[in-house]
């Protein structure tokens, strides 16, 4: 038993670990998510978490900061970015890199993956000027290439999310990955995510050996943060009144920094216990959050005359009651989300509904008793060879719901009355890279299958931009709709959270072909014949 | 009494074999997938059974390491050396004697209202709707899934 007890107080959690641990579990307190394999989508989304999580992890809550930058970066061509302006300059205020240390899920992965027993290779001058690349990587990724696309082409790229990103690899590719009911998503996965796949496993084992590899050399966002450690209200502070010099807390320190607080140090707190004179702890502006555990039960007094284990029995008085109102918050988050949550229920409710003529558990209906179940050569106009008499629903082989949109161009796409051509839906929005890429594609198979074919374009209900404006610049030649503020289309179809998406109908209006994919020339073509046939 | 440095040395092996194989499975999928893909563009380049075939011999070394590491946390095993100090670092004593922090200056005020303004101006102006767009609709080669 007191083995035990040594045991866990050498190696249990720390306080940090347990932060740490809080901050990831909070961010994505939507624990639904990772059962259903869709991602959350309500209101909160619109706030960004101070830590590195990526928005397409299915628990996330909150948006992930540095996807957001780039977000606001990619649309400065529209409106400045402002909101995210007074994100980072507040988050970076209030605790800068201190969010590094305490509050960030990829640095909580990256120190539990550095426990793995290995060999470690310490810092060196060499790791210590490879520090500098993660401001690289933030001029480059995060800025020059985002802004390029975003201005000169008129499309989102986030470069870093796109092109490095192991948070949206690891969180989102693979949570989304890992459920079963994202099958679908395997046939979407091409260059991408075989370059960021094997990045992530890079990266991963780089953390193995060299403590927070990816904090270090690479992250942005750290590099962001960092630029705060001078004004920073939380953080680690030196009392030189005590401080010797001595420098065993750089000496010790596992980030490279040149002096404690800098703009590498992460204000983990490691060098409080280990500083001779206990000269550091951690404060916010001039309250101690933390101090040396050796402090705490000290009968010294301070410049104020009140005794220092006084002190340390208010503070621990005060944690008691902090923890108290974390795990509180933290409790309501996990109800709110997973049971309350009204858009969750609203999403629920309409993937009910449009499904309705479909029942999951038994296959499609096929008493026939709904009304929209009818084959659509009733409402259609010519010969009987087109009707069908799949259920309604929108798997393969299936038929979709009938719908009329009202298009940018002004005239009406009715799906039923498109019964006889190959139709095509594809579903994209202008913040979407690959989306506006394959638009063209769309619009050059309209001009050469002009008789037989009829394509529509649903945007994304979501929008800050004027769609109307923004396909006159791209000069996109087809048939454009915006989908409703219910997401009508985007529910018939069964849109999903990712983009673009697209649907294949053939002449009798059934499902062929429903997934969130980029598509080439090459697919549309073969698509096309085989609708056709 | 297990000795430390083949432990090491043997977990070490495991992690980097764990994402050899890994890696090597992910560029073999792909190739084949490709070719697959060149030939008929309905088809895909990955498919479950596939990459779950492909990554089950690094994900059984992946598991080993593990198991390996939790033997070895249980065992207190780590790399002593890892927690030596480092002699040969620069350490700036003059900034680190002179840092104080503690206080909240003019500067974090100006900051801190500035923040506030920018907040706001973003609320009116569409920027966090942008946010919240791109949270919500996500794009599949964004998360590196295209």
Redesign the interface.
């Known amino acids: 038993m007191e083995n035990i007890a040594t ?1 866990w107080n ?2 249990g959690p720390t306080k940090r670990r347990l932060i740490q641990l809080y901050s990831a579990l909070l961010y994505n307190a939507y624990l639904k998510g990772f059962v259903n394999g869709s ?3 309500g ?1 909160t ?2 706030l ?1 978490v101070p830590g590195f999580n ?3 992890c299915p628990g ?1 809550v ?3 900061p540095l ?2 930058v780039q ?2 970066v990619a ?1 400065s061509g ?10 980072i ?2 988050y ?2 209030i605790a800068g890199r201190t969010i590094c240390g305490f509050l960030c899920p990829l640095g909580l992965i990256q120190e539990l993956l550095h ?6 290779l ?4 060499l790791t ?1 000027a490879l520090t500098y690349l993660k401001y690289v990587f933030l001029a480059v990724f995060v800025f020059a290439i985002t802004l390029y696309y975003g201005l000169a082409k008129g499309m ?1 790229v ?1 470069a870093f ?2 092109y490095i ?1 192991p948070a ?2 690891v969180e ?2 693979m949570g ?2 890992s459920n079963p009911n994202n ?1 679908g ?14 990045i992530m ?2 990266i ?2 780089a953390c ?2 060299c403590y927070r590899s990816f904090c270090r050399f690479i992250c942005p966002l750290g590099a962001l943060y960092g630029l705060f450690s001078r ?1 920073a ?1 939380v ?1 680690i ?2 009392d ?1 009144l005590r ?1 010797n ?1 001595c ?6 320190c ?1 980030m490279d920094v ?5 703009h590498e140090c992460i204000h983990c707190g490691e060098c409080m216990d280990r500083c001779p004179k206990e000269a550091i702890s951690l ?1 916010a ?2 309250y101690t959050l933390m101090c040396p555990s050796k402090n705490n039960g000290n009968d010294s007094h301070n410049d104020s005359g009140i005794s220092e284990g006084s002190l340390a029995a208010r503070r621990r008085k005060i944690g008691k009651a902090a923890w108290g109102v974390l795990l509180a918050v933290l409790c309501a988050a996990l109800v709110w989300y997973n049971v309350l949550d009204p858009s969750g229920k609203k999403k629920a409710n309409a993937a009910e509904e449009v499904s309705s003529g479909y029942n999951e558990a038994s296959g499609p209906k096929e008493d026939g008793a709904n009304e929209a179940e009818k084959p659509l050569g009733d409402e259609a106009e010519g010969s009987d060879t087109f009707e069908s008499d799949a259920p309604i629903g929108f798997e393969v082989g299936e038929r979709l719901e009938d719908f009329s949109v009202e298009c940018l161009d002004g005239s009406t796409f009715k799906l039923s009355e498109n019964r006889g051509k190959v139709t095509i839906i594809n579903l994209w ?1 202008t ?5 506006v890429a394959e638009l063209p594609y769309f619009g050059e198979l309209l001009k050469s299958h002009k008789e037989d074919l009829s394509i529509l374009a649903v945007h ?1 209900h ?3 931009v004027d769609v109307g404006e923004y396909v006159a610049q791209h000069g996109f030649d087809i048939p454009i709709a915006i989908d409703d503020e219910d997401e009508r289309i985007f529910g018939i179809v069964n849109g999903s ?4 998406q697209t649907i294949v109908l053939n002449r009798k209006g059934e499902v062929i ?1 429903n997934e ?3 598509v ?1 020339p ?2 549309l ?3 096309y014949e ?1 609708a056709a046939k | 009494m297990m000795k430390t440095k083949p ?3 043997i ?2 092996a495991l ?2 074999l764990a ?1 050899v194989l ?2 090597s499975a ?2 073999q999928v ?1 190739i084949k997938g490709s070719a697959r893909l060149a030939a ?3 088809e ?5 059974e596939e ?1 779950v075939s492909a990554a089950a011999p690094g994900t059984a070394v992946m598991i080993i ?2 198991c390996f ?1 939790v033997i ?3 065992k ?4 002593e ?13 003059e ?11 003019l ?2 005020i100006i ?2 209202v ?10 009116v ?22």
């Open positions: 045991w050498r190696y991602i959350y989508t209101s989304k619109a960004c990526c928005y397409s996330a909150g948006a992930c996807g957001s977000a606001a649309s529209q409106h400045i970015g402002f909101y995210m302006i007074g994100i300059l507040l970076g205020l426990k793995i027993p290995t060999p470690k310490r810092k060196s001058r210590r989102a986030p999310c796109k990103c949206g690899t989102g590719a989304l990955l099958e998503y395997f046939g979407m996965l091409g260059i991408f995510f075989t370059r960021k796949f094997i496993l890079i991963g084992l193995v050996f004004i209200i953080g502070k030196v030189p401080c010099g420098g065993l807390c750089v000496k010790t596992k040149r002096y404690v607080g800098d404060k502006g001039k929005a913040y979407c890279g690959p989306c994304a979501f929008t800050t959270s990712t983009l673009p072909y969130v994919r980029s080439t090459e697919l073509e073969k698509l085989e | 432990f090491l040395i977990q070490s992690c980097i994402a890994l890696i992910t560029v792909y008929d563009p309905t895909s380049i990955y498919t479950k990459a390491a593990l590491a070895g946390r249980l207190g095993i780590h790399d050396n890892a927690d030596r100090p480092v002699k040969e670092i620069d350490f700036d004593k900034r680190q004697m002179a840092y104080r922090g503690g206080t909240v200056g500067a974090q900051i801190f500035a923040a506030i303004i920018c907040i706001a101006a973003g609320i102006n569409g920027s966090m709707m942008d946010v919240l767009i791109k949270a919500v609709k996500v794009c599949t080669e964004c998360i590196g899934l295209g």
